[in-house]
């Protein structure tokens, strides 16, 4: 039923911009701008990466990622880890491509049902501690580290190699910019899922330390109880997923680039959901449990590999923006401190500037609207009215996907995002126009959302090096810094 769900869902929603492309594919206007979509590279990665062995990263593993040094006004430490995707971590179970399409956005929808939920809760003034909880016992300075996609290993696209205890043990985690809990599967297992490293047991630490239920940290979860005076928590993600255990302090380290003693995370003893793969979750969201929050960072930064590849790139603290960023305001709301709002206020097809409303993209006094960046999401969503005005301002006839199956390359349409004050990024093609299947359906990579807040999405990220200025809130894009 799943499957077929998604398939409905990739084959039949109307996606954004077609109307521009289902005349200009097949003949471009002098005045259209356009860039070129690599077919044969494309359908080349989506091929290899059914067949990859992530054990050919063990020796990537053991390696240590130098920190990327951009100007920087700060004076604090810069760290850096190695960052993947899913695929080059966790081998994929599925043998077709289109299946495994299918599988992503089966994953990414639950995503945005969890982001939207949040939002619709804090709308409403109603806190996760007053829902009907889930059917199980609550049981008793500058880092820098790699970057990996994480499309096969369940929830989460992303994942970091980052060290946790003392001397500490090397794990895989889920990067997520839209929570903020930190989290580890702990031994003893009541209930935890496979992952690809040994899970961590508190018993070989010396820095483990259980935090108390009089704490700030204790006070701050959404969520939580207390057991013999020291502070249990639990974070549930909207999908079904969640994790519980005892919350505690630990030492947190980012290869060679240093470590922070006394980071607050959550050492879970029953674990169940889409996080298969990694051992756990560094919360990268604005509030004051986040890691960002908790090391005091004054920025941070990720470039997000393509999905299917398997490679690497880095996510760094501390390091300032590229000299070469376009820049846009970075915005927080009132009613959800986690989420990072970008100050989007349009976008362009081929040159031609899409028409919407002035201030669509804005968010307004109910902590309603706005546009989100999360590394979580995959598929761009565009909230309704916004997708309505680029649907209604092209033709009758839309086609969601296209057969490149004759073509090793084509010109296609620039799609710009727009930020104010003439700022705008020019997306390469492979960002919006993905293969789904292996023998050339190429699909448009956004979609329509029912909520009133849009999320641009990972696929749209891809190759950009992301960079949030939490000391002067704003936001840089910069190309090509992976």
């Known amino acids: 039923m799943a499957a077929a769900s998604s398939n409905h869902f990739l ?7 077609s109307f521009l492309f289902t005349s200009t594919l097949a003949r471009l206007s002098p005045q259209t701008t356009t860039t070129t979509l690599d077919v044969s590279s494309s359908l080349s990665q989506a091929q290899h990466i059914l067949s990859f062995d992530p054990q050919s990263l063990k020796a990537f593993a053991q390696t240590q990622t130098q920190p990327l040094f951009f100007n920087s006004s700060t004076s604090a430490a810069v760290f850096s880890v190695p960052l993947h995707s899913r695929g080059s971590v966790h081998k994929t179970h599925h043998t077709d491509y289109k299946a495994l399409v299918l599988y992503r956005l089966e994953r990414d929808s639950a995503r945005v049902d969890s982001l939207s ?24 300075e500058a880092l820098s580290t790699p970057i990996i996609s994480g499309t096969s290993q369940g929830s989460g696209e992303y994942f970091s190699r980052v060290g946790v205890g003392k001397p500490a ?4 985690m889920v990067l997520d910019t839209g929570s903020d809990i930190n989290w580890i599967q702990c031994e003893p297992c009541n209930e935890c899922y496979q992952q ?22 204790c006070s701050s979860l959404e969520v939580s109880a207390c057991r013999s005076g020291k502070c249990l928590y639990q974070v549930s993600y909207g999908d079904g997923s969640y994790t519980v255990g005892d919350f505690v302090t630990e030492t947190v380290s980012f290869g060679n680039s240093g470590n922070m003693n006394g980071v607050a995370l959550g050492c879970g ?3 169940e959901g889409l996080f ?4 756990g979750l560094l919360g990268l969201g604005g509030g004051p449990l986040s890691l960002t929050s908790q090391i005091k960072a004054t920025s941070f930064s990720y470039c997000l590999v393509d999905r299917d590849s398997t490679g690497s790139s880095t996510l760094d603290f501390n390091s300032g923006l590229p000299a070469d960023s376009v820049i846009a305001p970075l915005m927080k709301s009132r009613k959800v401190n986690t989420f990072y709002y970008i100050g989007l206020t349009g976008f362009s097809v081929g040159g031609q500037a899409v028409n919407i409303s002035p201030g669509l993209f804005e968010i307004n006094e109910s902590g309603e609207g706005g546009v989100i960046i999360d590394c979580g999401t995959a598929i761009t969503r565009l909230q309704t009215q916004a997708y309505n005005a680029l649907r209604d301002a092209g033709v009758a006839l839309f086609d969601t996907c296209y057969d490149l199956s004759s073509k090793s390359s084509v010109k296609v349409p620039t799609v710009s995002f727009h930020f104010g004050e003439g700022k705008s990024l020019d997306l390469p093609a492979k960002n919006y126009l993905i293969p789904v299947d292996s023998s ?14 849009s999320i641009i999405g990972n696929v749209q990220q891809q190759g950009t090096r992301v960079s949030f200025d939490l000391a002067n809130n704003r936001v840089g894009l910069s190309s090509h810094k992976c």
Do not use: W
């Not at 690809?196 to 940290?217: A, H, L, R």
């Open 11 to 17: 084959l039949s929603f109307p996606l954004f911009l």
């Open 117 to 140: 939920t949040k939002l619709l809760l804090a709308l409403n003034g109603v806190k996760k501690s007053q829902l009907r909880p889930l059917p199980t016992q609550i049981q008793a």
């Open 169 to 172: 043990k090397q794990f895989y």
């Open 196 to 217: 690809s490293d040994p899970i961590f047991n508190p018993s070989g630490s010396s820095t483990y330390s259980p935090v108390t239920c009089e704490s700030k940290q």
């Open 269 to 271: 003893h029953d674990n």
């Open 276 to 279: 298969v793969g990694a051992a």
């Open 440 to 453: 050339g359906t190429f699909c448009f990579a956004f979609a329509p959302t029912s909520s009133s807040m």
